[in-house]
């Protein structure tokens, strides 16, 4: 997985870093300060939140866009899972919600995916979350 640092302006991005905190997307947890990750397009299978029941195969989304974090310390709030194959996953600390990034192993470079976090004061919306009905 190669991602490639770009310098763009939006409202998420202000140059080339985080604009605004980063907070998981249904509970109030602080994931990332501003400025903190760097924006870089990337490639990488990120598996779905939630996974269909009995399914073969683990879902995932292609995650196009991501913040680069240097350090594993430099999170507020985040967790990591055990090590599939070359990757751990991140979660949010508080309520386990993920994957929203990953570790490639054993470096120590970490990518979240801004589309599966909250930017700012953005209002909590359940419905962000793609919920599979027949999961359980």
């Known amino acids: 997985m190669e991602a490639w640092v770009l310098i763009m302006d939006d409202e998420r991005v202000e140059d080339g870093k985080n604009k605004k905190d980063l907070f998981c997307t249904i509970c109030p947890s602080k994931i990332l300060l501003p400025r903190v990750g760097t924006y870089a397009k990337c490639e990488n299978n990120l598996p779905k939140m939630t996974q269909k029941k009995g399914a073969e195969e683990v879902e995932t989304d292609l995650i196009t866009e991501c ?14 899972s055990k090590v599939v194959g070359n990757f751990k996953y991140l979660t949010c600390s508080d309520c386990e919600l993920g994957p929203i990034g990953w570790q490639i192993i ?31």
């Open 67 to 80: 913040f680069q974090v240097k350090d594993p310390f430099d999170f507020e709030n985040v967790g990591f």
């Open 106 to 136: 054993p470096d120590s470079l970490c990518y979240i995916a801004p589309s599966r976090v909250r930017h700012g004061l953005d209002p909590i919306i359940p419905s962000s979350i793609d919920v599979d009905e027949n999961a359980n």
